[in-house]
């Protein structure tokens, strides 16, 4: 049985950057020995009944799936087939690619699958005139808004809303695209805006912000030592009932409270609690919405998890060191401020400002990597090994489920 690793997961907001649904992308290891010569790779191609069925459960038993629909692309190998789907999880939207155009046998395959409790949605959509045909059986119309223009957009949208499908902006890239596709009127957007804010050069960083950041730069050296760290926590009481609350929480399922940081820091650890100071001393400065900090808070556990099991061979990936970089490489959007005013005002070891503003480094290398995965960037899958990017789709896979987890319980 082809064994089939999620992974990529990009999430799809409202208007009110409340999550409507996530697009899951199938990396497929093609073996169970990860390290065999297969082609791994993030295609949208091939689909079938049997891998489908197999997603399903996959997401089942992971449940990161947060209660909320799941694209997932099929193709016209799919649509062609004519196996029966018995393992059906509710809340599928399957997302038909551009290339599948409205022919009688694929519509009629599309109504098939819709009284099975499928919903569809259309991929890639630049306001061609030929695929109206598949509106009738659509929930989402996704518009590829990197490909037509604004004044296509303009006329196009009141056409498209007589559908009755929910319409996406898809591709949206920054936070200008954003707004000019809020104004017209879209229900969903999809893409990176949430990590490419405008950025005001020359804006200032506030005295609250500041003292965030140097709590950043005191918590990320190697050799602090446990009564500074619960020293300088408890000059903040909110930070200090932040922390104790999450430690408490069944996130980590401890046998009795925790009623100081000391206490925290000798059950979890020194690196544990300094985290989650510095995740809620960002959080509590930051204007951003929400679900940013959820992508980050999965970015920076992925790269942790990443050094975590390359310690025997690369002793040089630290997995502090790597969880700050994740968590600090979407500070500019936190901040609204560019990252090498951000960095320059950070107290950091050397490799990693590098790290963070270069990228050429290990650790640099590292985050791109991770960066690419997330993107569906062919060209980082190019560069990666089987391996690398089976180990990498893991430890995403995980880091994305601890940061639904850590979510539920802020």
């Avoid at 169970?32 to 997603?55: G, Q």
């Avoid at 629909?69 to 809340?91: C, G, M, R």
Wanted: glycine share 4%; proline share 3%; with cysteine.
């Amino acid at each position: 049985m082809v064994k089939d690793v999620l992974t990529a997961r990009q999430l799809v907001f409202n208007e009110n950057h409340e999550i409507y649904a996530c697009e899951f992308l199938c990396l497929d290891e093609g073996a169970e020995d990860a390290s065999s010569s297969v082609n791994v790779c993030p295609s949208k191609k091939f689909m079938t009944t049997k891998r489908l069925a197999s997603v399903c459960e996959s997401i089942t038993e992971s449940e990161r799936h947060l209660d909320v629909p799941i694209f997932i692309n099929v193709d016209q190998t799919f649509l062609s087939e004519t196996d029966d789907i018995y393992a059906v999880k509710p809340n599928i939207i399957l997302e038909i690619l551009a290339s599948v155009e409205p022919t009688e046998s694929n519509l009629k395959r599309i109504q098939q699958l819709r009284r099975k409790g499928f919903d569809f949605a259309l991929s890639e959509y630049a306001l061609d005139p030929s695929k109206a045909s598949f509106f009738k059986y659509l929930k989402v119309i996704k518009v590829d808004v990197l490909n037509v223009t604004q004044s296509q957009l303009s006329k196009s949208l009141p056409i498209l809303k007589k559908s009755k499908c929910l319409i996406l902006a898809e591709k949206v890239e920054s936070q200008t695209v954003y707004e000019n596709c809020k104004a017209l009127g879209f229900d969903l957007f999809q893409g990176d805006f949430l990590e490419n804010p405008t950025i005001i050069g020359g804006k200032e960083i506030s005295e609250k912000q500041n003292s965030s950041l140097q709590l950043v730069s005191e918590f990320s050296k190697n050799d602090i030592e446990v009564d500074k760290v619960a020293e300088i926590i408890s000059l903040d009481p909110v930070l200090t009932t932040k922390i104790l609350l999450l430690i408490n929480c069944p996130l980590y399922q401890l046998v009795r409270d925790v009623n100081s940081v000391r206490e925290a820091v000798v059950i979890l650890g020194l690196d544990v609690v300094k985290q989650w100071a510095i995740v809620m001393s960002l959080m509590s400065v930051s204007t951003s919405p929400t679900e940013l900090f959820r992508s980050l808070l999965a970015r920076a556990k992925t790269l942790e998890l990443i050094a975590l099991s390359r310690q025997h061979e690369d002793g040089t990936l630290h997995p502090l060191e790597c969880f700050l970089v994740g968590l600090l490489s979407g500070v500019d959007a936190i901040f609204k401020v560019n990252m090498e005013t951000l960095v320059g005002s950070l107290k950091l070891e050397a490799h990693l400002k590098q790290a963070l503003l270069t990228h050429d480094n290990a650790l640099g290398s590292l985050l791109i990597n991770v960066v690419g995965i997330e993107r569906f960037d062919s060209q980082t899958f190019e560069r990666l090994s089987n391996q690398d990017i089976c180990l990498y789709g893991r430890c995403q896979q995980d880091g994305a489920l601890w940061a639904d987890t850590v979510m539920k319980n802020l």
